[in-house]
């Protein structure tokens, strides 16, 4: 507003305008910047961020990033609702079966060390190519049945598996499927390490929970599918049948060709549509660029990520073990494993109405705590339950129903990997969650190992008491956190310095009479 402007108009109309009209000028054109801010707060950006065009299309990256999620769980509990049927088929017993699952879970001990690092060298775009890629080629591998007769790699007469894993089960490709299951559990842990890395790019602060949420209500949407899938490809045949290992054989393939298929257009899908958030939509405050190992240094010696861990580690384990051991648990009793695909089905509608509830109920980081607790009683819950139709023989409806209470507890996941990235700031998300899935995962597998191993023992249902007592020392050591929240602090501090800087730029200093 220099001396030099002209304000033309019906009430002002001169060269040097009156100091009256520069405030009224001021004033409307502050009024415009913070009509404009608000704006931009409607449309779920954070103060002092700018349109970016791509930023609309958030939703959409979420939905295909949900969608490569569900796909990759798919060959995780292919065998659990057939169990009697792949036994036949691969002359393989429940342990051998079991490695399957095992696998899924081993491979997070390395890829705690390798997500963060690829996923800030590649960004979460490329990432998720190499995952649906790795995805791909693993179902390719399984579906490989035509050369099952083929003993690979030579290794009958060195056979490094447990009973049951030699020369028989060579010529079944049951070693192509261990192989395949291996690159397909590769590419899951990339996608499941990155949640709250994608949440964190895309959303802001307010829209953050109810992204990760949705994202990691696929790990158990995805679960369910793998145990709901199988039984519809894949019927009892009577023993008395002569062909009936031929007709099982068939009908596994086909069910390897319908994962194969759903992957590569999962891979099409990721190639074609999936962006990356630019760098000036991110809502988070830009970090500090250091070394891995000084990022995982810096939380490591954090009280809060050990009981944040622990309390993860009890929680997946449990769910690890009880999705491995169930259709062994239901023989066990003398029901037919099929009625997983039931649980499974009860679990996926809880599940959906679980996370839509605490979408609603959860804005603030603040929340997670108390999520968390929530989300480990009615695991407990569900899990004694579970114990009581089995222990009493009740109706297999009962056990459906006490199945699907567990659904209830699947934003435990989500909360876990959220809070964990809140009070590790200022590591990177995908770091922190690769660390909290590997520590969880390993003793996924013990847990796997033993809850197998109490059933074959007599112990029955009484493994599920087990459960029930771990998850409830899990909602337990919470109690111990500290508070802080440290992301969100980072972010409301950086907000209110982009507002206190935009305040100093549109306050405008009035001329004096002088001029």
């Excluded at 699952?101 to 997500?115: D, K, N, S």
């Excluded at 679960?223 to 899938?229: A, R």
């Excluded at 309390?311 to 690890?320: D, E, G, N, R, T």
């Excluded at 997670?368 to 109706?395: E, G, Q």
Aim: charged share 15%.
């Amino acid at each position: 507003f220099g001396s030099s402007l002209e304000i033309r108009g019906p009430k002002y109309n001169a060269r040097i305008p009156s100091q009256q009209s520069l405030r009224h000028a001021a004033g409307s054109m502050h009024l415009s910047i913070v009509r404009c801010c608000r704006w931009q707060r409607s449309c779920c950006f954070q103060p002092g961020e700018f349109d970016d065009r791509v930023s609309c299309w958030r939703w959409l990256m979420l939905a295909i990033f949900s969608w490569n999620i569900c796909v990759s769980y798919l060959p995780y509990y292919t065998f659990v609702p057939i169990l009697s049927q792949a036994m036949e088929v691969y002359d393989v017993d429940e342990q051998d079966l079991n490695l399957l699952c095992i696998v899924y879970a081993l491979v997070y001990v390395p890829g705690a060390f390798l997500t963060g690092p690829m996923v800030g060298f590649l960004g979460c775009r490329w990432t998720f190519n190499v995952a649906t890629l790795l995805i791909t080629l693993g179902c390719a591998l399984r579906h490989g049945q035509r050369h099952r007769d083929l003993e690979l790699f030579a290794l009958t007469d060195h056979c490094w598996f447990p009973t049951g894993v030699c020369a028989s089960s060579m010529r079944t490709s049951f070693i192509a499927i261990l192989f395949g299951q291996t690159l397909c559990a590769c590419g899951h842990l990339l996608l499941v390490n990155s949640t709250s890395e994608m949440a964190a790019e895309w959303f802001p602060a307010h829209e953050r929970p109810a992204a990760a949420m949705v994202s990691n209500l696929m790990n158990f949407i995805g679960g369910s599918l793998s145990f709901m899938l199988p039984p519809f490809f894949v019927t009892e045949v009577k023993e008395s049948s002569g062909n009936a290992r031929t007709v099982s054989q068939q009908q596994i393939e086909s069910l390897m060709f319908f994962q194969f298929v759903v992957s590569a257009l999962s891979l099409v899908l990721t190639l074609t549509f999936f962006r990356s958030a630019s760098l000036g939509r991110r809502s988070r405050p830009t970090k500090q660029s250091v070394s891995f190992f000084q990022e995982v240094r810096g939380f490591l010696w954090s009280g809060d990520f050990w009981i944040v861990n622990v309390q993860f580690m009890l929680y997946v384990a449990v769910c690890h073990a009880f999705d491995a051991v169930e259709g062994s648990l239901l023989e066990h009793y003398d029901i037919s494993p099929s009625l997983t695909s039931w649980t499974a089905l009860a679990v996926s509608v809880t599940a959906i109405l679980s996370t839509l509830v605490e979408s609603w109920l959860i804005t603030d980081a603040s929340s997670y705590k108390a999520a968390l607790v929530a989300a480990n009683s009615f695991m407990c819950v569900s899990l004694v339950t579970a114990y009581m139709s089995l222990r009493y023989h009740c109706h297999q409806c009962f056990f459906v129903f006490a199945v699907g209470i567990m659904g209830l507890a699947t934003p435990g996941w989500g909360c876990s990997c959220e809070l964990g990235s809140e009070v590790c700031h200022p590591a990177r998300e995908a770091t922190v969650t690769s660390f909290l899935e590997a520590f969880s995962n390993l003793l996924g597998v013990v847990s796997i190992l033993l809850a197998q191993a109490g059933i074959n023992r007599g112990l029955g249902a009484a493994v599920l008491l087990i459960m029930a007592l771990a998850n409830f020392a899990g909602g337990v050591a919470l109690v111990g956190l500290s508070g802080q929240l440290r992301r969100r602090d980072s972010e409301v501090h950086h907000c209110l310095a982009k507002d206190k800087h935009l305040a100093v730029v549109t306050d405008v200093e009035l001329p004096s009479r002088k001029h």
